[in-house]
């Protein structure tokens, strides 16, 4: 294996300046810069990145803590923080922290023991113990998906990059209106995330655009987990009058949903229409075509990426929130009627009867004492 005074010698420099190309830690001369290359890729030399490291105190790696392995979401997320990492250079290594505090906290303490010069993050609902590890080792952090400062109140600490949740909602309830159903139930994700609370608040103001009452009893909890949306769903056909429509508001709890449906025998749009936030590949597949909000997630994390590069780049910049628009996919799970294919979409929406910007509804307070 070629070493770096291999690599000297056959450009005709010093060891030094091999490590200062290498290393972009001195300017170097144009043709010294070009013969110091040429020899690496003549040779096929592999610079060590531990020895670099030491060099540079600096170790060209992110770490990425989210639930990617129970989340085809947050699979889609990596894809996109692997993508943009690896075009700036950097190395990527990922935590699950399976949604639990005290284990986030755990693995996000070994990514930063790991020397990573910044972490990528999907916070659980209470996060306290990640926040206050976080701050006390002054580790530069980006928290996707969820947010756990209100960017609104100016006083943001951490960067922060999300989907839109609250008129991407409400624009699925408000379709639903449309149709002429008038008791559409929400299955929530877990309490505490910030997307459950914005989806909500999407929910109720959908409600409030179409002149329909708030109803408690048609909000229901799936935890973001899929058994727990089929309990929320088996719970909300319970009721009397039963909802005629639904949306859920994570891939996830569709599935669960789906679940409950077919075990009361359920069809759907004929028996009860459905919504769902979260587009998912195999969306196209289930029949009917599910109707559903879709995130930009792999844009998500190439925007983490970069948000987390410029804080790198700029330790003291103010923090900021970037949030990301979502797609309305009209399939026909709504109860809409089915388009021909036109042949040259996208194979991930193939079959959609319309792809269109999920456009905020104007937010109307709701009431909160309904008669």
């Known amino acids: 294996m070629a070493t770096m005074a291999d690599v000297a010698r056959s450009a005709g420099v010093s060891v030094a300046t091999v490590s200062h190309v290498l290393n972009g830690t001195r300017p170097v001369l144009p043709h010294t810069r070009r013969a110091v290359l040429d020899a690496v890729e003549e040779l096929g030399y592999t610079p060590n990145t531990l020895a670099r490291s030491l060099v540079t105190s600096r170790t060209r ?4 803590a989210v639930s990617a392995i129970s ?19 950097y190395s990527l290594l990922i935590a699950d ?27 659980s609902a209470q996060p306290a113990g990640l926040l206050a590890y976080l701050g006390r080792h002054r580790v530069l952090a980006v928290f996707l998906d969820r947010v756990v400062d209100d960017p609104e109140d100016g006083d943001a600490r951490f960067d922060q990059v999300c989907a839109e949740n609250t008129g991407p909602t409400a624009r699925l309830v408000t379709h639903l209106a449309e149709l002429g159903h008038r008791r559409i139930a929400l299955v929530a994700g877990l309490p505490g995330l910030s997307t459950t609370a914005e989806r909500i608040a999407g929910y109720r103001h959908g409600l409030a655009a179409a002149g329909l009452p708030y109803d408690e009893r048609l909000l229901a909890h799936g935890d973001s987990a899929s058994a727990g949306a089929e309990r929320a769903t088996a719970a909300l056909l319970s009721l009397e009058p039963r909802p005629t429509a639904l949306v859920t508001a994570n ?34 597949l289930f029949s009917p075509r599910l109707t559903a909000i879709a995130q930009p997630s792999r844009d998500i994390g190439a925007r983490a990426v970069q948000v987390l590069l410029d804080r790198l780049a700029a330790p003291e910049r103010p923090a900021r929130t970037v949030r990301l628009p979502c797609a309305f996919v009209h399939r026909t799970s709504c109860g809409c009627p089915d388009l021909p294919e036109s ?29």
């Not at 790696?61 to 990425?64: F, T």
């Not at 989340?71 to 250079?89: C, D, R």
């Not at 399976?98 to 910044?118: F, S, T």
């Not at 042949?343 to 008669?371: C, F, I, K, L, M």
């Open 251 to 284: 891939n996830t709890m569709t599935i669960g949903a789906l679940r409950a449906l077919r075990a009361h025998g359920l069809s759907v749009p004929e028996d009860i229409a459905l919504c769902c936030f979260d587009d998912f590949a195999w969306a196209d």
């Open 97 to 123: 922290p399976h949604d639990d505090p005290e284990h986030e906290r755990k693995v996000v303490q070994l990514l930063h023991e790991r020397r990573v010069e910044g972490v990528i993050a999907a916070p």
């Open 61 to 64: 790696s992110i770490g990425l």
């Open 343 to 371: 042949g040259h979409a996208d194979p991930r929406r193939t079959s959609r009867r319309s792809v269109q910007p999920a456009q905020p509804v104007q937010p109307v307070q709701p009431e909160r004492n309904p008669s």
């Open 71 to 89: 989340n085809p979401y947050f699979t889609e997320i990596l894809q996109g923080v692997e993508a943009k990492a690896l075009e700036h250079g």
